[in-house]
C-alpha cells in the first residue's frame, strides 16, 4: 500500500494538510466499525470509487485491491456460516461430515465483509493522497514513538527489493520444476521462506554498518512541520461533523 500514492497534487485531498487527514481518516475507521449495519461502509466504498473516478487515478489498482479482499471475506463467511447461529439455512452432506450453514453466521459475515470494504476504501484513498514521507512526518508530529517510525521507513524502503528478490527465487524455482508437485511446491516455498529470511537479516546488518558509518544516532530528520492554521482546524471540524452527521442518519435508518 505505501507503494501506490499517485506523487502529483492535483486533487482535493492531496492538497490538505496531511495531520489533518490523518485525523479524519482515523475517526472514519473508528466509525465504521463502531457501525452495526451495512450503509455506512458501502457509502465510504461508493464515496472513494466516485473520488478515484472524478480525479482520474487508476481504476484497475483499485479493484485489485479489493479482489485480494474478497477472498478474506469468502473464507470469513464461509467459518461464521458454520459455527455461529440458530437459524439453519442450508445443510449438506459430504462422505461422513455434515455441514450446517446458519443464517445468523452469514449475517455477520456479511456486516464484518462490509466493515472490511470501508476501511480499504478509506486507506486506500488515504494513501493514494499522502505521500510516505508526509505521513512519517506526520506521525512524528503526533509523538509516535521513534522505533515505530524507523520500522515503517526501513519497511517501505526495502520491501519492494525483497519482493523482487522472492520473485526472482519463485520463477528461478518454476523453471526447473519446483512447484511440479506438493511435495516439491512445500519444499521450493520453505527454500523461498528461508533465503528471504537470510536475505532480510544480511539486509539488516548491512544497513546498521551502513548507517553507523554515516553518523547514524538512532534519529530519522524530518523537516519540521508548519503550524496549523485556524482554517485547518475549522476543515477538521467540518470533516467530522459532516461524517458524523451521515453515520447517525445511517444508523437511525439502520435502527428501523
Excluded at 119 to 126: D, G, Q, R
Excluded at 153 to 178: M, W
Excluded at 197 to 226: C, D
Amino acid at each position: 500500500m505505501f507503494l501506490i500514492s499517485k506523487g502529483d497534487k492535483t486533487d482535493f485531498l492531496s492538497g490538505v494538510e496531511p495531520r489533518i487527514k490523518i485525523i479524519v481518516f482515523l475517526f472514519l475507521l473508528i466509525l465504521n466499525l463502531l457501525y452495526q449495519g451495512f450503509f455506512f461502509s458501502l457509502f465510504l466504498f461508493a464515496l472513494s470509487f466516485l473520488y478515484i473516478v472524478f480525479y482520474k487515478f487508476p481504476i484497475r489498482q483499485f479493484f485489485i485491491i479489493f479482489s485480494e479482499a474478497i477472498f478474506i471475506i469468502f473464507i470469513l463467511l464461509i467459518i461464521k456460516s458454520l459455527r455461529q447461529g440458530a437459524e439453519v439455512l442450508f445443510s449438506f452432506n459430504l462422505y461422513f461430515f455434515n455441514f450446517i450453514f446458519y443464517y445468523e453466521g452469514l449475517k455477520e459475515g456479511f456486516l464484518i465483509g462490509f466493515r472490511i470494504f470501508g476501511a480499504l476504501s478509506v486507506l486506500y484513498i488515504f494513501i493514494l493522497t499522502t505521500s510516505f514521507t508526509e505521513v512519517l512526518s506526520s506521525l512524528s508530529w503526533f509523538r509516535v514513538p521513534k522505533d515505530f517510525i524507523e520500522i515503517l521507513f526501513f519497511t517501505n524502503k526495502y520491501i519492494k527489493s525483497f519482493l523482487e528478490d522472492a520473485f526472482t527465487i519463485y520463477y528461478s524455482q518454476k523453471n526447473r520444476l519446483g512447484y511440479i508437485n506438493l511435495r516439491n511446491s512445500l519444499n521450493s516455498m520453505g527454500i523461498l521462506a528461508g533465503s528471504l529470511v537470510l536475505k532480510a537479516f544480511e539486509q539488516s546488518q548491512t544497513t546498521t554498518t551502513a548507517m553507523v558509518m554515516r553518523g547514524y544516532n538512532g534519529n530519522i530528520p524530518f523537516l519540521p512541520s508548519k503550524p496549523l492554521k485556524i482554517n485547518d482546524f475549522i476543515l477538521t471540524a467540518v470533516f467530522i461533523s459532516g461524517f458524523f452527521i451521515i453515520w447517525l442518519i445511517f444508523s437511525t435508518i439502520y435502527a428501523r
